[in-house]
Structures are given as C-alpha cells and as structure tokens.
C-alpha cells in the first residue's frame, strides 16, 4: 500500500483529536509545573492539604484521559490516511490555549477553587496566566483560518 497515499481526509475529527491532546498536555503542564515541581498550589485550595492532593490526582487522571484519547483518534486517523495536519495544529493550540484560559477565568476568577500564587501581587500572574493563554488561542485561530482556506481552495494539507 502506498504511505503517501490520502484517504478520506477528515478535518473536524482531526482538530478534535488533536483539541483533546491539547487539553491534555496543557493540563499535564499546569499540574506538574505549578503543582508539583513549584508547589504554588493545588487544584482545589479551600480546603486541607489532602483534599488538594486528591484533586490534583483527579485532574491528573482528568488529562491522561485526554491525552490518550485523543492519541487513540489521532492513531486511527493515521492509519486510514485521514489526519490534516494544519487542522490538527489548529486543534491542538486551541485546546491548550481554551484550556489555560477556562482555568484562568473560571477556576481562579469565578469559582476561586484556586490561585496561581498565593501571598504576592496576583495581577502579574494573572495577566501572563490569561496573555499566554490568549497567544495560543490566537495561534490556534489563525490556523484554523489557514485550514480553512487551504480546504477551500482544494489542497488540504
């Protein structure tokens, strides 16, 4: 069989695929930077350290779900020669992008579950929390677009 060759291209469940993965690292990085390695909090902060720890387990299992989900729709896209690449990129910057901003403004703002930082000016690490978020979402949307176009025209890469 020809490697090279292109099945039924499937845009919408390559940006899904690669949405979840993104979800997922985005969500695998937050846990393991800010709540193991730097400590500066937990998932859920109103309560005892235990419960924190717990919930941080459940976001952890949370995203390896995502994760492998995800890598389980890539793989079978891939294997039918389905997978756009573009749309992919798009999916994946925009999960990880959403996922960064919904933590942002839900989790610390709305639902105060928690903070990026405790016992220092909280604005900075709001502002680069939300900005870093917004940046991927950005790049995730230009993609998109760039995908878009390129199906319109008849050459999907």
């Known amino acids: 069989m020809d490697t090279t ?10 940006m899904r695929a690669a949405l979840l993965i993104g979800i997922g690292i985005m969500a695998a ?14 998932f ?7 419960v924190g720890l717990l919930t941080d387990g459940l976001l952890h299992s949370a995203e390896l779900v995502a994760i492998v989900a995800g890598f389980f729709l890539f793989s079978d896209l891939r294997r039918r020669h ?6 992919g990129w798009a999916g994946f910057f925009i999960g990880a ?27 900075p690490y709001d502002l680069a929390w939300n900005g870093a978020a917004l940046i ?5 949307l230009v993609l998109l677009r760039r995908a878009k176009a390129t199906e319109r025209s008849g050459t999907v890469a």
Not at 82 to 87: D, E, G, K, Q, T
């Open 44 to 50: 859920y902060d109103r309560s005892t350290t235990e």
């Open 97 to 123: 992008g959403g996922f960064q901003l919904f933590d942002g403004i839900v989790d610390h703002k709305l639902l105060r579950v928690h903070q990026v930082r405790y016992n220092v000016d909280i604005l």
């Open 5 to 14: 060759q292109k099945g039924n291209l499937e845009p919408a469940r390559s």
């Open 82 to 87: 389905s997978f756009v690449p573009l749309r």
């Open 29 to 42: 990085l937050d846990e393991i930077i800010f709540h193991q390695f730097l400590g500066w909090h937990h």
């Open 136 to 140: 991927l979402l950005i790049i995730g």
